[in-house]
């Protein structure tokens, strides 16, 4: 079984990449767009800035680490349901970040060998 995972580098980023809970309110509004199951949360705030996030999702994880001072934000989508579309919830946190383009790197990872 594959199971789609997303790794996005957000450049240019113009948005609160210094504030955990807007980062957790688009991370909320990702998931919820595809369809996932928010089970958990944790963020941590580096001193003297950036922040990471992470939502738990019933279906795995969405992560953003962010480095205000090159006003880039890196994301880590996960969704073990093939029926969802990592680049949906990329899109929402690329928008809600203010990122001026984004290269995504798609990988299809494998749980259990057919």
Not at 28 to 51: D, F, T
Not at 84 to 106: C, F, H, Q, W, Y
Request: proline letters at 5%; a negative charge.
């Amino acid at each position: 079984m594959k199971i789609p995972h997303l790794l996005v580098d957000a450049l240019g980023c113009t948005g609160p990449l210094d504030d955990g809970e807007c980062i957790q309110a688009a991370m909320q509004k990702a998931a919820q767009a595809v369809g996932a199951e928010v089970v958990g949360r944790a963020e941590y705030r580096y001193v003297p800035h950036g922040v990471t996030a992470v939502l738990f999702l019933a279906e795995s994880h969405i992560l953003v680490s962010t480095w205000p001072e090159h006003k880039t934000a890196l994301f880590d989508i996960l969704l073990c349901n093939d029926t969802m579309d990592p680049n949906v919830a990329a899109e929402i946190l690329s928008a809600a970040l203010g990122a001026e383009r984004s290269v995504k790197t798609p990988a299809n990872r494998i749980v259990v060998d057919a």
